[in-house]
């Protein structure tokens, strides 16, 4: 079975402290992916990698930067967390372009106080 | 720009029933795939469906089948025989086959339809 895990389930942060967090797939998929959700707006693309050391934004990229330096690790970085960061963020993988979809992880609950 | 609309926040069904959630689309393309996942309480997403714009039968899986009616570009989820483990939180969500890389991955989903099963 395709695994995704994520480093945290519940992560709590204090406004300006600087936020790693962890997701690795353990099938060697080619895109790894980060969504942040919030009630009533459904998942939001924040960054995507469909390579290593390759990235691309997503649709609310503001506030984060990605890391991906092996292919099975897609690092999500809040530089400077502020209390509007506060949500469940879902990270993703899939084989490739072509493959139909996506897997999750258990999804990392953020609050920023 | 894609857009994904899920106008049922919540819906409420009895066990054994059956239930239609609705999602309609708006793209200008002619190559996408539609997709839905629950959402169970636990928070993990799981893949249920999916369905492909030249696809010409509806897709179906076990109790889950898609009502894809690409005129009206509806893609509603139909669950038969409803279980109370059926109980979650259900998005659709597209996504647009373009080159190989650069974006072609990328979903976008609605805001999710809250579904309870009731005993």
């Known amino acids: 079975d395709v695994k995704v895990t994520q480093s945290s389930r519940y992560l709590v942060k204090r406004t300006g402290e600087k936020v790693f967090l962890e997701c690795v797939q353990d099938m060697d998929h080619e895109n790894m992916f980060w969504y942040r959700q919030d009630p009533g707006l459904g998942l939001r693309l924040i960054y995507f990698?469909?390579?290593?050391?390759?990235?691309e934004k997503g649709d609310i990229p503001e506030g984060y930067s990605v890391s991906r330096e092996k292919k099975e690790r897609f690092s999500l970085i809040l530089e400077s967390a502020s209390t509007n960061q506060t949500s469940m963020y879902l990270c993703?993988?899939?084989?490739?372009?072509?493959?139909?979809?996506?897997?999750f992880g258990p999804g990392t609950r953020l609050t920023v106080t | 720009a894609q857009k994904i609309t899920q106008t049922q926040p919540g819906m409420f069904v009895q066990e054994k029933e059956a239930v239609t959630l609705d999602c309609t689309y708006d793209?200008?393309?002619?190559?996408?795939?539609l997709f839905w996942y629950k959402q169970p309480s636990s928070g993990e997403m799981i893949f249920l469906i999916y369905?492909?714009?030249?696809?010409?039968q509806n897709a179906t899986e076990g109790r889950y089948s898609l009502n894809f009616q690409k005129a009206r570009k509806s893609a509603n989820l139909v669950i038969s025989a409803s279980q109370l483990g059926d109980s979650a939180m259900y998005f659709c969500?597209?996504?647009?086959?373009?080159?190989?890389?650069?974006?072609?991955?990328?979903?976008?989903f609605g805001k999710g339809t809250k579904l309870t099963v009731n005993p």
């Open positions: 793209t200008s393309d002619q190559s996408y795939g």
């Open positions: 993703a993988s899939s084989w490739d372009s072509l493959s139909l979809e996506q897997y």
């Open positions: 369905q492909g714009s030249y696809d010409e």
């Open positions: 990698s469909y390579d290593v050391k390759m990235k």
């Open positions: 969500a597209m996504r647009e086959v373009g080159p190989p890389q650069g974006g072609s991955e990328k979903l976008v």
